[in-house]
């Protein structure tokens, strides 16, 4: 059981190009996520999938678009980065834990330049 | 607006001792409350949660408090280990959307 895994590790990017960050989990949850990590700022929540075919806007979905390409795989796609993306970002997918609740488990990060 | 708080950048611990982490929420319509635990360069891993409707939760040496009237949370680690040393997140969630604080980075001092 891997969990959740996050490729690449590392990306540095120019200014202007696109790429896209993979996600997978191998746990069969329902929901997955995208999130940014910036120093001070705690995690902020970009995109989130509560079903397979199911997306919708998180607190800082500007510059970004999801896919949520099967019930594992959910992958984050910056169309032109920016310097204002450089950042550390997470998946994470969540199952429930009791009643409406759920608990989410966290990949190990991307980390992103962008120059 | 950060709608979750850790007003405390970092702490310091003896080993053996108290370590306490406090956090403070605005949302009211928080209804499930939760605790990471984060190691550099890697990805928070979930320490503990509490729902709503509880005041206290425990599992081993790490036990979670909510004041719902304050909209105060904490988190107990008794005894404090050298291996708890770790930047620690509390979050809180309403209709799946979770909301993470700043963090607070505990070192526990051998």
């Known amino acids: 059981n891997a969990g959740v895994t996050q490729t690449p590790k590392f990306q540095v990017l120019k200014t202007g190009q696109s790429m896209t960050l993979q996600c997978a989990q191998d746990?069969?949850?329902?929901?997955m996520y995208w999130y940014r990590q910036d120093p001070g700022m705690g995690l902020r929540l970009i995109y989130y999938s509560a079903s397979e075919g199911t997306t919708d806007k998180g607190e800082v979905p500007n510059g970004y678009n999801v896919s949520r390409l099967n019930k594992r795989e959910f992958s984050l796609r910056l169309e032109s980065a920016a310097p204002s993306q450089t950042s550390v970002y997470f998946c994470?997918?969540?199952?429930?834990?009791?009643?409406?609740?759920?608990?989410?488990?966290f990949g190990p990060g991307t980390r992103l330049l962008v120059l | 607006d950060q709608q979750v708080k850790q007003n405390s950048p970092s702490l310091s611990v003896q080993e053996g001792r108290i370590s306490i982490l406090n956090c403070d929420y605005t949302n009211s319509m928080f209804d499930y409350f939760l605790w990471y635990k984060k190691y550099p360069a890697e990805g928070p891993t979930f320490l503990i949660s509490?729902?709503?409707?509880?005041d206290k939760n425990e599992d081993g040496r790490f036990t979670v408090f909510l004041n719902k009237s304050a909209k105060h949370l904490s988190l107990h680690i008794v005894p404090s280990q050298p291996g708890d040393s770790a930047v620690y997140f509390c979050?809180?969630?309403?209709?799946?959307?979770?909301?993470f604080g700043t963090g607070t980075s505990l070192t526990v001092i051998p």
């Open positions: 509490i729902s709503s409707i509880k």
């Open positions: 746990m069969n949850h329902n929901s």
């Open positions: 994470a997918s969540s199952v429930p834990s009791g009643g409406a609740q759920e608990t989410q488990y």
């Open positions: 979050a809180a969630s309403a209709q799946n959307q979770f909301y």
